[in-house]
C-alpha cells in the first residue's frame, strides 16, 4: 500500500492506495466521474493530457506536469488541505487555472477538478509530494 504526504512538511495527504497502471486511467470519463478508481494512484507519463468532456462530443486539454499523480477525490484527507491559487468554478473547483490545492502548511500540491462540468479527479504535483510505501 502507498500514500502520498506533502514534501514540504511531511503531512499526509491521503488515505492508503496502491499503484495502478496507466491502463486503469481512463480520460473518456462523462460528467462528474473520475478517471481513476478510488483506492488507485496512476502516475499520468505525459506533461498533458486530453479529457472527454460531458457533451461526449468536445474535449478539454487539461494540464499537468509530466508523472503527475491522478487520484480519486474521495482518497484525499481533506482536513489536511486547503484550496490555494486560483480556484474558480461554480459548484465546485475547475482546476482549468492550475494547481489549486495546498498542504496546510502552504505547499501547493495538487489540482483539483470538481465542478459540474468536469471530470472528478485530484492529480497531485510530483515535485511537492512523497509517495510512502
Same mark, same amino acid.
Not at 26 to 50: H, K, Q, T, Y
Given at each position: 500500500? *502507498?500514500?502520498?504526504?506533502? @514534501?514540504?512538511?511531511?503531512?499526509?495527504?491521503?488515505?492508503? !492506495?496502491?499503484?495502478?497502471? *496507466?491502463?486503469?486511467?481512463?480520460?473518456?470519463?462523462?460528467?462528474?466521474?473520475?478517471?481513476?478508481? @478510488?483506492?488507485?494512484?496512476?502516475?499520468?507519463?505525459?506533461?498533458?493530457? +486530453?479529457?472527454? %468532456?460531458?457533451?461526449? %462530443? +468536445?474535449?478539454?486539454?487539461?494540464?499537468?506536469?509530466?508523472? @503527475? =499523480?491522478?487520484?480519486?477525490?474521495?482518497?484525499?484527507?481533506?482536513?489536511?488541505?486547503?484550496?490555494? !491559487?486560483?480556484? %474558480?468554478?461554480?459548484?465546485?473547483?475547475?482546476?482549468?487555472?492550475?494547481?489549486?490545492?495546498?498542504?496546510?502548511?502552504? %505547499?501547493? =500540491?495538487?489540482?483539483?477538478?470538481?465542478?459540474?462540468?468536469?471530470? @472528478?479527479?485530484?492529480?497531485?504535483?510530483?515535485?511537492?509530494?512523497? =509517495?510512502?510505501?
Amino acid at each position: 500500500m *502507498i500514500r502520498i504526504s506533502c @514534501a514540504a512538511c511531511g503531512q499526509t495527504l491521503t488515505r492508503d !492506495g496502491r499503484w495502478g497502471d *496507466i491502463s486503469e486511467w481512463d480520460n473518456l470519463v462523462a460528467e462528474r466521474c473520475s478517471p481513476v478508481a @478510488a483506492g488507485v494512484f496512476v502516475r499520468l507519463p505525459e506533461d498533458s493530457v +486530453s479529457v472527454l %468532456q460531458p457533451d461526449n %462530443q +468536445s474535449r478539454t486539454q487539461v494540464y499537468s506536469p509530466e508523472n @503527475a =499523480v491522478s487520484a480519486h477525490p474521495e482518497m484525499v484527507i481533506r482536513e489536511n488541505w486547503t484550496s490555494a !491559487g486560483v480556484d %474558480q468554478g461554480c459548484c465546485g473547483s475547475s482546476g482549468m487555472d492550475g494547481p489549486n490545492r495546498a498542504c496546510t502548511c502552504g %505547499q501547493m =500540491v495538487a489540482t483539483e477538478w470538481s465542478d459540474c462540468y468536469t471530470q @472528478a479527479e485530484i492529480r497531485f504535483l510530483p515535485d511537492t509530494i512523497v =509517495v510512502s510505501e
